[in-house]
């Protein structure tokens, strides 16, 4: 019967996907299945990039290409469904999907079930991906043997979104700057219902981690800073902490979450976001990405957040594209290779708010145009001038710092001071006698006048580790005005990546230990009057089942007078 229901399900998924693996809709028509986060791509009005992949690919293949596009919401039922969509083989299994888009540790665990196709770069179609990606992550890949088998997406940190503002306000004076740098950070009496965390196992079991072992952590870091490790043994003891299932390291961490349970405001996964920016919440642990994106609205309401990675060590994670058994090779390869067009990474980057592998002179100088510092400098050359302030008829030019000061519009001890490297930050910093920059309305749309703000600080902030490239090796820096903003969020110091751990694929077993953990911190989250009502009901259950049963068997019966309805029976749609 269940060899039955499998090749039933296999003939429906193929009829629905119309894979490219197995079943065709026309012989002129390819089809690209591709499986992926929910709103990981740029897909609107205003630009749609799976639109112009099927244009571009329609041209190179000579026939029409449709890329069916899905999604999920986490990486356990893309997996799941990828067990559902399977076929058997003579040589194994086929999956309904041409092109996935798992986690580091679901990568881990699909390449060692054996469920991947190697990428084929003899097939000359992947130049964008090994030319423009971020020499850290494809070094990365190398090290962990997953460059065969999968290509670098987006990539980022776990940190805390912050208000200081609000914690200010709230604390009485107990919050200092600083303190978000910290895995105690939610813990403090201070947060209490201002903060919150992910209902996801393991990136609330990594926050417990870096709580549980800071100490031990902190003295790693100090050892490595003071030259007694190497950049690749402070990394492979920082990953073993944070992957740690035995017992011990366990039962801790379930203690500190049901601490941390009584504390927060609450478990999110979408919602931390617009909580943070209408300032329901001043604490949330996030995703690097999903923080851009908290940022940016939190700005359109005038409202400044600020993002730190604890000092202590954290997660840096990775999204990557693989093809599991059976995909199109080719085409699948071509949709990775277009996404990796610098080009096209902009436009995703400024969609989605997520860091892409894609790297190079190119990004760097999208870093600047949106988060370089900018002055205007007035010119007598009105017709070919940026901005024309009408009240007084003045024309500036807009200069980036850096351009203004290599081409003689800016002058040291006249219009900034060298401050030299700044103590407390480690950059070098400037304070500019003053930057001039034109104000728009609430749209963002129309200049309604132009603002002149004096002794600004300037700090350069390097950029230069995760931005270059096997074949761009330059120093990339950027003028900033805010440090803990989005820049930052984006792009971390090489010193924040090297203090952060990749996540490894856990066993059944370790597995195991973790959701018994995890089932206890929530139902530690029950109230006890809603646990003694959840026990009376089945009490009741338990005493009143055996007498209706009695009653039953004796010929007494209860019924409840209802009226049967025509039903129509439910379409059930497989899930894509």
């Not at 604890?310 to 599991?324: A, L, R, T």
């Not at 996540?503 to 809603?530: C, Q, T, Y």
């Amino acid at each position: 019967m269940r060899k039955i229901f499998s090749l039933a399900l296999a003939l429906i998924t193929c009829l629905s996907l119309f894979s490219l693996t197995g079943c065709k809709k026309e012989e002129d028509v390819l089809e690209l299945n591709v499986y992926n986060w929910e709103d990981y791509i740029c897909k609107d009005e205003n630009a749609d990039l799976i639109k112009d992949f099927e244009e571009f690919a329609t041209e190179k293949y000579g026939k029409k290409v449709v890329v069916n596009y899905s999604t999920f919401g986490t990486n356990e039922n893309m997996y799941n469904e990828l067990q559902l969509s399977k076929v058997k083989t003579d040589n194994g299994y086929d999956y309904g999907y041409d092109l996935v888009c798992p986690s580091d540790y679901m990568i881990q665990k699909m390449l060692g079930e054996g469920m991947l196709e190697k990428f084929d770069r003899s097939l000359g179609n992947l130049d964008n991906y090994d030319t423009y990606s971020s020499k850290y992550i494809l070094d990365l890949f190398d090290n962990y043997g997953w460059t065969d088998y999968a290509c670098g997406y987006m990539y980022g940190t776990m940190g805390f979104v912050y208000n200081p503002e609000v914690l200010s306000e709230n604390s009485g004076g107990e919050y200092q700057p600083g303190d978000e740098a910290h895995w105690d950070f939610p813990w403090k009496t201070y947060s209490k219902n201002l903060g919150t965390i992910k209902d996801s196992i393991r990136d609330t079991y990594a926050l417990a981690i870096g709580k549980v072992y800071s100490e031990e952590l902190t003295a790693l870091g100090l050892r490595w800073k003071g030259g007694e490790l190497s950049d690749d043994e402070y990394q492979q003891k920082i990953v073993e902490i944070f992957n740690r299932t035995d017992e011990e390291t366990v039962r801790k961490v379930t203690e500190e979450l049901i601490v941390l349970k009584g504390n927060v405001y609450g478990f999110e996964v979408d919602s931390g976001k617009r909580d943070m920016a209408s300032g329901k919440i001043a604490i949330n642990f996030a995703w690097s990405g999903d923080a851009v994106y908290t940022l940016d609205i939190a700005d359109e309401n005038d409202t400044e957040l600020f993002y730190a990675v604890p000092e202590e060590g954290s997660n840096i994670w990775f999204d990557g594209w693989v093809m599991p058994k059976g995909a199109n090779i080719e085409l699948s390869q071509d949709f990775v290779n277009f996404l990796a067009d610098p080009e096209n990474a902009k436009v995703n980057m400024n969609y989605i708010g997520y860091t892409p592998v894609v790297s190079g002179s190119a990004m760097h100088e999208n870093a600047i145009e949106w988060y370089g510092a900018y002055t205007l400098i007035e010119t007598d050359d009105v017709e070919n001038a940026d901005y024309i302030d009408e009240e007084t008829g003045k024309a500036y030019f807009e200069y980036y710092v850096q351009d203004a000061i290599d081409e003689g519009e800016l002058v040291a001890g006249t219009h900034y001071i060298d401050n030299g490297v700044d103590a407390e930050t480690g950059y070098k910093m400037i304070t500019l006698n003053e930057i001039r920059y034109p104000v728009y309305d609430d749209a963002e749309e129309n200049i309604i006048g132009f603002e002149l703000e004096e002794e600004v600080d300037l700090y350069l902030y390097d950029v230069s580790f995760l931005l270059n490239t096997r074949t761009e090796t330059d120093d990339m820096f950027i003028w900033t005005d805010t440090l803990g903003r989005q820049l930052e969020t984006q792009y971390p110091t090489r010193e924040t990546v090297l203090r952060c751990a990749i996540m490894k694929h856990f066993n059944d077993e370790e597995m195991g230990r973790l959701n018994d953990m995890w089932d206890e911190v929530k139902v530690s989250a029950i109230p006890a009057w809603l646990m003694w009502m959840i026990v009376g009901i089945i009490l009741l259950v338990i005493i009143v089942a055996p007498i209706l049963s009695y009653l039953n068997k004796k010929g007494v019966h209860f019924t409840f007078k209802r009226k049967r309805k025509n039903l129509t029976p439910v379409k059930r749609e497989i899930i894509k």
